[in-house]
């Protein structure tokens, strides 16, 4: 069964960086689309940014040019590299997964439980 795992969460002060893991198990669609939502209490799940077997990535306003998301797909693992952290970045980071979506589209439906697999999440706390 597919299995998402996150890795990397932390405290950091605003303005440093992480990078977030995603490793993925019993996933290898040929049309992937895999990506970050962010949960925080009170709020609306949020899409962070996506990533298709294109090679196509797309981002929220809120971390356009901030974040990068990237896969290695020799491990089957996705990436989150967060830079110029902001308070109002805190919260869990969740992984998701699906497949036959783009990564624009896929932007828009990620944080939904209909979207396809999600992980456990980590959580981000920047101060």
């Known amino acids: 069964h597919v299995q998402l795992v996150e890795s990397g969460g932390g405290s950091v002060l605003a303005g440093g960086s992480l990078r977030l893991s995603c490793a993925a198990s019993?996933?290898?669609?040929?049309?992937?689309?895999m990506g970050w939502f962010r949960q925080v209490p009170g709020k609306e799940r949020e899409g962070l940014a996506t990533?298709?077997?294109?090679?196509?990535?797309a981002y929220a306003d809120s971390v356009k040019g901030r974040f990068t998301i990237s896969k290695d797909n020799d491990k089957n693992i996705l990436y989150l590299q967060m830079d110029s952290l902001t308070p109002e970045d805190t919260g869990t980071y969740r992984c998701a997964a699906s497949w036959d979506v783009t990564a624009p589209a896929a932007l828009g439906r990620i944080s939904s439980p209909e979207f396809g697999y999600w992980g456990e999440g980590t959580q981000v706390t920047v101060s």
């Open positions: 990533l298709d077997w294109r090679g196509i990535t």
């Open positions: 019993g996933y290898s669609p040929a049309k992937y689309a």
